[in-house]
């Protein structure tokens, strides 16, 4: 706040009178000032529960060592480059030229307002849980957190599973390119990897021959779409929707397309129903972190077997219960765990479901999906990738179904 300022005369009575005048107007100012210190808010809404990814059946931290991943005020899972997210600016009050009057009171003291976050964008926040999470320095041909992964999900036999499926080869394909190029152009920090999601056992409403709800697609499926993520100088992803079998039993079964250096894995815990023995997609399933740990730990013991670059391994996760005692989640230098915020819904929601389940536990690194229908279906718009850049930490996996 500024102050009139007194002007000195040679005359005795003129100086009395500029005195009173200028007593009188800062008394005023002062009592006429009603702001008070700006408080912090947050938009977030209440925690709600997130709607199940998939409706129908057939569907980062910072390395202890030299190699540093970004330091999470950006998130963890962005890379040494990243920008500083945004910080409160201080006010600065404009001071009148010259002495003030005798009699004028001191400013009151003025806070600049804090920055107002929405939900799972908060650096504060994401320090109060854990990030930057510390984890082994990445091995030599480590994907992250030097790259960010864009993929398209699901499954060529099924056109309501993702975007893999919906359109021709060619098409999909040259969509994917699309958002590649989105995201390059958001954050050219970072380089983008392009990848194909394949949900290859996929969980079943029916028990079928083996009485298991799920169904395994032939090789000769799995190793055609690994094709095609090649010919975009891609990698490739296989999911397992594990219904009443156990991910002990499906997973070594992957062993000829995982020995690959550029094929990586997912499980979804949504689909692992043998604890509750309910039917897939009428309740959503669970993984503890032991099972967790035996499918990185098959990876690790791939990687050491045939000499390979690092896995990356995707858990899908939109419940607190879908993954439980996630403390105890083992991270390996031949592992990179990337736990993966996948619900659908209005964005608030989707920023919700991230805080809540992604950032409040952290692991290493972090995924976002984004779902071409069932998150507009309301009316809502598709997040963007500046939307998504917003979150700290930063999703180093993005996700198109």
């Known amino acids: 706040m500024t ?22 107007l800062a008394l005023a100012g002062c009592g006429s000032d009603g702001s008070g210190d700006a408080q912090a808010t947050t938009t977030a809404k209440h925690e709600r529960p997130t709607p199940a990814a998939s409706a129908t059946p057939a569907t980062p931290g910072e390395p202890a060592g030299p190699a540093t991943p970004p330091a999470t005020t950006p998130p963890p ?10 910080t409160t600016t201080a006010a600065v009050d404009t001071a009148p030229s010259g002495p003030p009057p005798a009699a004028q009171a001191p400013a009151p003291d003025k806070k600049a307002p804090k920055v107002k976050y929405l939900a799972g964008e908060d650096p504060e926040y994401a320090k109060r849980c854990g990030w ?15 790259k960010r992964i864009v993929a398209y999900y699901g499954n060529p036999k099924s056109k309501k599973m993702g975007a893999l499926g919906e359109y021709p080869k060619d098409e999909m394909l040259r969509r994917l390119k699309g958002e590649v190029a989105k995201w390059e152009k958001a954050d050219p920090s970072l380089p983008v990897q392009p990848a194909l999601h394949l949900v290859a056992v996929v969980a079943q409403g029916e028990p079928g021959k083996a009485g298991k709800y799920r169904m395994i697609h032939p090789d000769a499926l799995v190793n055609e779409v690994y094709g095609w993520a090649k010919e975009i100088k891609g990698i490739f992803f296989i999911d397992i929707q594990t219904g009443h079998s156990d991910i002990r039993t499906i997973l070594p079964r992957f062993e000829w397309i995982l020995k690959n250096p550029d094929v990586h894995l997912g499980i979804d815990p949504e689909f692992n129903l043998i604890k509750s023995g309910k039917i897939p997609c009428k309740k959503i399933g669970t993984y503890d972190a032991a099972d967790i740990n035996y499918a990185s730990g098959f990876l690790k013991d791939l990687v050491k077997k045939y000499n390979l670059p690092p896995k990356v391994f995707v858990v899908h996760r939109f419940t607190r219960k879908m993954v439980t005692n996630a403390k105890s989640i083992v991270v390996r230098p031949e592992v990179q765990m990337v736990m993966h915020m996948d619900g659908w819904g209005p964005p608030w929601l989707k920023r919700d479901s991230y805080r809540d389940y992604i950032i409040k536990e952290p692991v290493q690194f972090t995924g976002f999906k984004l779902f071409y229908h069932n998150d507009t279906k309301k009316g809502d718009p598709l997040m ?13 996996y993005v996700q198109y179904q």
């Open 384 to 396: 963007t990738c500046q939307d998504l850049l917003k979150l700290n930490p930063k999703p180093i």
């Open 3 to 24: 102050y009139p300022h007194c002007q000195c005369s040679t005359r005795i009575v003129a100086f009395l009178l500029a005195t009173v005048f200028a007593l009188g």
């Open 77 to 86: 899972s962005t890379p040494p480059a990243a920008p500083t997210p945004a």
């Open 132 to 146: 930057p999470v510390k984890y082994p320095p990445p091995l030599p041909g480590s994907i992250l957190p030097y």
